[in-house]
């Protein structure tokens, strides 16, 4: 297995992360209201499938669905963190996490952002860890360099801002 120790689950739940549970697992997970960062992680490190549309919900009429071809560029060889997310503002962790889970499953849910993981024919094996930190948007960001370090500029797989890849 070829896991990069920084971003591993092993070296994530070193630096306080918590949870390490599947989505469907969220409701009855206790995961802090406040503000914090969380990641989804994706265990396997064998290529991924991708499904021909997403399952995740539509927001203000925008289709989540991308093409498959476009998934598999955006897709990051050897990571297993595929998404690096913060919830700050009036939006606490549970809060945030409760929207990205129900937009996975279809429903009406504030939540764009990180909606490439949905159309992982697997994401009902990705598993979601977050810390809690009152400076969110620094720790997404010092996570977000960490990654693009090791990953030659790369951002994770459902992160689409800040990239330098062509869209």
């Known amino acids: ?6 971003l591993s689950r092993q ?3 070193a630096r306080g992360f918590r949870g390490f549970v ?7 997970s206790d995961v ?3 503000h914090g960062v969380y990641v989804v992680i994706r265990m396997a490190v064998s290529p991924p499938s ?11 009429g925008r289709n989540p669905s991308v093409a498959p071809c476009k998934l598999a560029d955006a897709w990051v060889d050897g990571a297993t963190v595929v998404y690096v997310g913060k919830a700050e503002g009036r939006n606490g962790l549970r809060q945030r996490l409760t929207e990205y889970r129900r937009h996975g499953t279809g429903q009406r ?4 952002g990180g909606r490439y993981i949905w159309q992982l024919a697997d994401s009902d094996t990705l598993v979601v860890a977050w810390r809690p930190t ?10 977000l360099d960490e990654f693009k370090i090791i990953y030659h500029d ?3 797989f459902a992160n689409l801002r800040n990239s330098t890849r062509n869209r």
Do not use: C, I, Y
Request: proline share 13%.
């Open 109 to 112: 849910a504030g939540h764009w």
């Open 22 to 28: 599947p989505f469907r697992d969220l409701p009855v």
């Open 32 to 34: 802090p209201a406040g």
């Open 154 to 156: 790369a951002l994770p």
């Open 11 to 13: 070296a994530l739940a």
């Open 1 to 6: 297995m070829n896991l990069t120790p920084e």
């Open 50 to 60: 991708f499904l021909s549309s997403s399952p995740a919900g539509h927001l203000k």
């Open 134 to 143: 009152a400076h969110a948007s620094k720790a997404e960001q010092a996570l």
